[in-house]
Structures are given as C-alpha cells and as structure tokens.
C-alpha cells in the first residue's frame, strides 16, 4: 500500500503551512502530497485565512520540492475550463519535471459556488461536462506536436487548437477520477482514468463501487485497448497516536473519530482490510498541519508495516 498525505487547506491553512507538510512528506517518503480543490470551508470552521487556488498551489509546491508527486483530489469541472485546465496542468507537470496528478470530478459543494459567483448546474449536466472535458484534456495532451486538435461538444467546443503545451509525461499526467456514481461515474473511470478513488465512504460501498468499476472495465475494452490495469485508491481520514490515550486527543481536535484510529496496529489492521478490497493506494487525510509529530509518527511506525 503507497500512503499519500492528503490535505484540506479550505479549513484553514496557509501556503508556508502546506509547504511545510509537503517538504516534510517528502523527506519522509510519502509517495505524493495531494490538496483537495475548494473555495470555501465547511460548516463550522472559519477557514482562516481564507481560500487558496489548489493549481496555483501545485505550481508553487512544483519548483519547490524535488522528488515527491504532487495532485489535486478532485478538481471539479464547474472551476475551469477545459482547455486552459490541460494547458496549467501540463505547464505545472513541466515545472516538475514530471511529478503532477490530476484528479477530476463533477464537484458537489454547491455553497462554495455561490460564495464565489460560479455557476453550478444539475448533477446530471456536471456529469456531462466531465465527459467532455476527460475527453478534451486528454485529447489535448495526446495531439501530436504539429497537429490540430478539435472537439465539438455540447459545452465546449475547439477548433484547430494546436494541444500545446505538452507535458512531461505522456501520454499525460496520471488522471483520477473519484466518487461513487453508480453508472456514469464507472464508464467514464474506464474509459479515461489511470486511478479509481473513494473517499470517505463504508467498506461495503467501496467494494460495491470497485465492482462496478471493474466490470465497466470488461464492458469497455479496457485490457484489449492495451492500457494499465486500472489502480484502485481509498481516502480517509486518519488519527493515529503511539498510545490510544494521544490517538484519541488528535481525534478530538479533529471531531470526530474516523475510520483510520488508533495506535500504529490498529491503524495498520484497517488499512488491511481496504488492501483485501483490492486498494494499493491510500490518500490519508490530514486535518492538522501543524502536527508534525502525526505525519512522523505514520511514517515511522505505519508505513513499513503496509508498503
């Protein structure tokens, strides 16, 4: 199992604190650091000192770490468009020599769109904006240099785009989709995403959703295309202490108990139990980035245990 720290700056949180926790991950051999995508907090915090722009982050943290992968979970379509999304993206994966995941969605967080003046269509037209820009970013990026790309869609529409700048990485930057959809959710991990996500959801709906993936996966002809294996990932909140007595304290500063509590050993059992539901990658949500000693604690007395 690869442990990905995975922050939520809307809380509240500035970008020397991100900063800090990146460099830290890095050191500690993390295998990326993600930021989640929103403009506003949620109910009952302040999110002091106020939103941050997560690909004006990643451009940041891009020239400022060296080793460590860097991405967004998710990054939805109602906050850019398409064609100047695959253009950052690309500039971004430049920047760090080829380190950059992309993680896409419909979005969901209605409140923070009108805070912002963004519009926020119906849950079935988001969707419909997602398949058409999966289709135009990585059309973009998989144009060969010389080449014209074009797309006529219902939302968005391309002529003779010249698909530049290209990105490290080709064909492109490694691409997730998240969420647990029933039906258009799987066909479009199968026809477009590197990476499979679930956050925040009960063993039995991440089983049920990786099923429904996996046959969306037969019925599309993945393995006949000649892709990769489709990656499976979770994403939980995570609480640890070297003794239940501070895994309980750094609960209770978060509010909640989640899924991921306890000493090393617990939290280790738990992260079995996803890796048995066929999950190689765990995005650990960290709520507290001035605690440090929590993201130590992880990569000394977890990490060796799972990876």
């Known amino acids: 199992m690869r442990l990905v720290v995975f922050t939520e700056p809307q809380l509240g949180a500035t970008h020397a604190d991100l900063l ?17 995508d929103h403009y506003l907090t949620m109910p009952g915090l302040d999110g002091l000192p106020g939103p941050s722009d997560a690909w004006a982050t990643m451009a940041a943290l891009a020239v400022q770490t060296s080793t460590i992968r860097l991405g967004t979970l998710v990054t939805p379509v109602t906050f850019r468009q398409p064609g100047p999304l695959a253009i950052t993206v690309a ?3 430049q920047m760090s020599g080829g380190r950059i995941e992309l993680g896409m969605g419909a979005g969901w967080y209605e409140a923070e769109h009108s805070a912002y003046g963004i519009p926020f269509p119906s849950r079935a037209e988001r969707f419909d904006m997602l398949s058409e820009q999966l289709a135009i970013v990585t059309g ?3 144009t060969p240099v010389g ?25 492109g930057p490694w691409l997730i989709i998240g969420g647990h959809g029933p039906k258009r959710t799987p066909q479009l991990t199968a026809l477009y995403a590197d ?3 679930l956050a925040f959801c009960s063993m039995e709906t991440i089983q049920a959703s990786y099923e429904r993936a996996m046959v969306a996966c037969e019925r599309y002809g993945r393995a006949e295309s000649g892709r990769a294996p489709l990656v499976l990932s979770v994403a939980m909140t995570v609480t640890c202490g070297r003794t239940e007595a501070q895994a309980k304290a750094r609960a209770e500063r978060v509010g909640w108990k989640p899924p991921l509590y306890g000493t090393p ?3 280790v059992d738990v992260i079995g139990q996803y890796a048995k539901l066929g999950a190689t990658r765990l995005f650990l949500q960290i709520i507290d980035l001035h605690d440090l000693d929590h993201l130590e604690l992880i990569a000394s007395e977890v990490m060796p245990q799972v990876s």
């Open 20 to 36: 800090r926790v990146a460099l830290r991950a890095e050191e500690m051999g993390f295998d990326a650091f993600f930021r989640s």
């Open 91 to 93: 500039q971004v994966d």
């Open 140 to 142: 973009l990026w998989r």
């Open 147 to 171: 080449e014209k790309f074009s797309y006529d869609g219902q939302h968005y529409k391309l002529s003779d785009s010249p698909a530049l700048p290209k990105p490290v990485q080709q064909p």
């Open 195 to 197: 990476e499979y996500n």
């Open 265 to 267: 050993d617990q939290v």
